[in-house]
């Protein structure tokens, strides 16, 4: 049977990922141009003179939508219930005491200057509303080294064990494909939809991408790296033995070298030097006593023009009352307090299900950088706790901190052991990748997201029963959260009178401080029009 241009397309990107299928594209001459333009918000600033919107939670929507109410007149008031800003967005450093809803507590004692983002950790370049607010606010950036052709990869069912490095999985797999291809297309099978010009065309490029010898096949190449590195003279180096098909399909790598591929990881990456939470502190010293902190609701009313917020601050209860809500309290913790939001509304809070990951940090030598030459980026282990997140801050230093293990921890094993036994299973993994090595962790500290205080989650899972999951995006970097076609989710895209829902569990960027930040510029839009129209 025939194949398409598509076809053939959609079998390149599924032997050889979305960077296989790019290029190809590119070779044949069908990849459309486009562009991104950021959010802004335009109006006038005496747009919401006289207006009054409290709002619930001082995470990143929280305090964008405070930012921006305050800029067209609205008289703000943000009710945060921890004593930082920020919400997920946490940076934990040496002093800092760690409390689970469970009564566990810990304190991390990293080196004065080391520290770990156990909320959000990257700004993707395609995030520009987050990377403008940055450059409003005077934030410094750095690179972000997601991913590194340094880092490994490891399977107990392959190659003894050892871990391979990635540029010689990435790039292998890539000869091995394009060798397969190659033979496909000089074997005519291709010809009765792709022209003579088309076939020519890929097998220059496979040529290229494999890179192939002459005879169209794969026999290794400096892509993949070296057994011994090139040096002065006569010393060229001998290249690294390419692995076979069997064992990088054996491996199940594939994820692993695709997570890159991802609209949202793809490099450049960035992060703000010293920590992620210098975005919550840069919006909160820009807002000054409009957030309240230690401040936690206990009930919302709607009343007939306007709403009502009670809470506690520092032993006494309090009330608030406002002509608007913005709430970005997470679901789960909203049907927890009294409210009198409307059925459907009730409905998807009331059946919303939300995720609980987690984050162990470690302390240590740069031993990766130090004996491995390995500089920032993420590596897997197929059994274990997965990722092992290399730091891309204060290279060449003596200490840093990594993670090893960032993933689902509510429900699962993981969440049945005892902080001891976290530990171990994450220096395990650390030792898979780095033989030897596993000893040198030190002063972990262990962050599940579930249990913390006033969050009690990650991100939204579904937004009511028996809905699709989506994919984990720690494995791939895709959209995380539940389906997005329910009418849960429709649900609070609408306000319930008076009252609006913000937090990056209304938008399509689930689980980062964009979707966070582009819900609140959406729900002022809307207020805007509302004022307008009743003027």
């Known amino acids: 049977m025939a194949l398409t241009r598509r076809t053939f397309l959609s079998r390149i990107a599924q032997a050889g990922g979305l960077g296989a299928a790019y290029v190809s594209m590119r070779a044949l001459g069908v990849i459309p141009a486009a562009s991104l333009e950021a959010e802004t918000i335009k109006g006038d600033p005496a747009t919401g003179r006289g207006v009054k919107v409290v709002i619930l939670g001082g995470g990143i929507s929280g305090l964008v939508a405070a930012y921006e109410l305050r800029a067209l007149g609205y008289h703000c008031t943000v009710l945060e219930a921890l004593s930082r800003p920020g919400g997920r967005n946490w940076t934990i450093r040496g002093g800092d005491e760690v409390a689970f809803t469970d009564g566990t507590t810990q304190r991390c004692s990293f080196d004065a200057g080391h520290y770990q983002n156990v909320g959000p950790a990257r700004l993707p ?16 950036l750095e690179v972000e080294v997601n991913t590194s052709r340094s880092t490994r990869l490891q399977n107990d069912a392959v190659n003894g064990g050892k871990p391979i490095v990635q540029r010689q999985a990435m790039n292998d797999t890539r000869g091995h494909v394009a060798e397969l291809l190659e033979k496909a297309l000089r074997s005519g099978e291709l010809d009765q939809e792709l022209s003579k010009e088309d076939v020519e065309r890929m097998l220059a490029f496979l040529k290229s991408y494999g890179p192939l010898t002459k005879d169209g096949r794969y026999v290794g190449s400096e892509r993949a790296g070296y057994a011994t590195d090139p040096g ?17 399909l054996d491996g199940h790598f594939w994820n692993d070298l695709l997570a890159e591929e991802s609209y949202a990881w793809q490099a450049t990456m960035f992060q703000p030097v010293g920590g992620m939470d210098s975005i919550p502190h840069a919006f909160a010293r ?15 009313e709607k009343m007939d023009h306007g709403v009502r917020a009670t809470y506690t601050q520092k032993g006494h209860e309090k009330t608030l009352e406002a002509d608007y809500c913005f709430t970005s309290m997470p679901l789960h913790l909203l049907r927890k307090i009294p409210n009198n939001l409307s059925a459907p509304y ?37 059994e274990g706790l997965s990722p092992v997140w290399l730091p891309s801050a204060d290279f060449f230093t003596d200490r840093g901190v990594l993670l090893s293990g960032y993933g689902a921890a509510k429900g699962t094993p993981l969440d049945r052991m005892s902080l001891p036994e976290k530990f171990e299973a994450s220096r395990a993994s650390v030792e898979k990748l780095h033989p030897g090595h596993g000893k040198e962790l030190e002063k972990p500290v262990y962050i599940g997201w579930h249990l913390v205080p006033h969050l009690e989650g990650s991100w939204i899972n579904s937004y009511g029963p028996h809905q699709p999951q989506r994919e984990d995006s720690d494995a791939v970097g895709t959209r995380r959260g539940g389906d997005h076609a329910n009418a849960g989710y429709r649900t609070l895209l609408q306000p319930d009178g008076s009252v609006y829902f913000i937090g990056d569990y209304v938008s399509y960027l689930v689980g980062w401080q964009e979707g966070a930040a582009l819900s609140s510029l959406r729900a002022i839009r809307m207020l805007n029009e509302r004022i307008a129209k009743n003027a």
């Open 232 to 248: 002065a003279g006569e010393d060229d180096g001998l290249l690294s033995k390419p692995l076979s098909m069997h064992t990088l």
């Open 346 to 382: 009730k409905k998807v809070i009331d059946e919303c299900d939300y995720d609980g990951y987690c984050k162990i940090a470690w302390e240590s030598r740069r031993f990766w950088e130090q004996d491995e030459n390995i500089y920032g980026g993420l590596e897997y282990v197929e």
């Open 125 to 140: 370049s395609n995030h520009r509303t987050m990377l403008g607010y940055c450059r409003k606010l005077g934030i410094p």
């Open 286 to 300: 820009e807002l000054g006593k409009t957030v309240q902190y230690n401040s936690v609701v206990t009930r919302l």
